[in-house]
């Protein structure tokens, strides 16, 4: 099946500090990949849609240029988190649709990164 | 209201016990749904996704009633593997957006 590989898969950083993370789809095709966010006890939130080749469409309330996504591949997509602050340390998972399948069968999620910023 | 709505539990049950778990969806217009499992500090992973004329995998019963806007997961024989979080996840848009719950924790004990 589908297979999405995300790295880190944790990082530590220091306040002020940028982070990428990358996500990379490695038997398919994504012209889209989402990127979530989630807290401690808390839901996946999308953050961002990123499509390949274009600028990522974002969610309200989350600042565009706080967390730069670059989608320059059809098998590459980039979240970097700009002047990181506490408050941003927080599990993030991009995910990936292999349109060879169908429906939820279809989305595969990488397999996180947990930021610790410090 | 949420898009999307669970129950957080947790639901603790002993090995072997049946457990249901519930969740509602505010948007009409949905048009797919799933289940998916979270293990502690993982990537959510497909379960299994909901027919309207419900489905069954496993020790697994999945239902989805359109004119009430819920689904339901039915776990049967439970497994102390079956621990972790159990989320809904909506779709409204043909395999563009999905939605997710915030997840209904499940621990199986001995």
């Known amino acids: 099946g589908a297979v999405v590989s995300q790295h880190p898969s944790r990082v530590i950083c220091k306040s002020g500090t940028s982070v990428k993370i990358e996500c990379r789809s490695l038997d398919f095709q994504a012209t889209t990949m989402f990127w979530y966010r989630q807290f401690p006890k808390q839901s996946l939130m999308l953050m961002a849609t990123s499509n390949e080749g274009s600028k990522a469409t974002y969610e309200q309330g989350v600042e565009k240029d706080k967390f730069l996504i670059n989608h320059a591949s059809l098998t590459l997509s980039t979240l970097t988190v700009t002047s990181a602050h506490p408050e941003d340390s927080s599990f993030y998972i991009c995910s990936a649709r292999d349109l060879g399948f169908s429906g939820g069968k279809g989305y595969t999620f990488g397999s996180g990164t947990r930021l610790t910023v410090v | ?110």
């Open chain 2, 1 to 110: 209201r949420k898009e999307v709505e669970q129950d957080p539990g947790p639901f603790n049950v002993p090995e072997g016990a049946t457990v249901a778990f519930n969740c509602t969806y505010s948007n009409s217009a949905s048009q797919s749904f799933f289940w998916y499992r979270q293990d502690c500090r993982k990537e959510p992973k497909l379960l299994m996704s909901v027919y309207s004329s419900g489905n069954e995998d496993g020790r697994f019963t999945a239902q989805l009633n359109r004119a009430s806007q819920y689904i339901s997961l039915l776990i049967r024989d439970s497994k102390l593997s079956d621990s972790a979080t159990y989320l809904c996840v909506v779709n409204d848009n043909y395999g563009q957006n999905f939605v997710f719950g915030p997840g209904t924790r499940l621990s199986v004990l001995p």
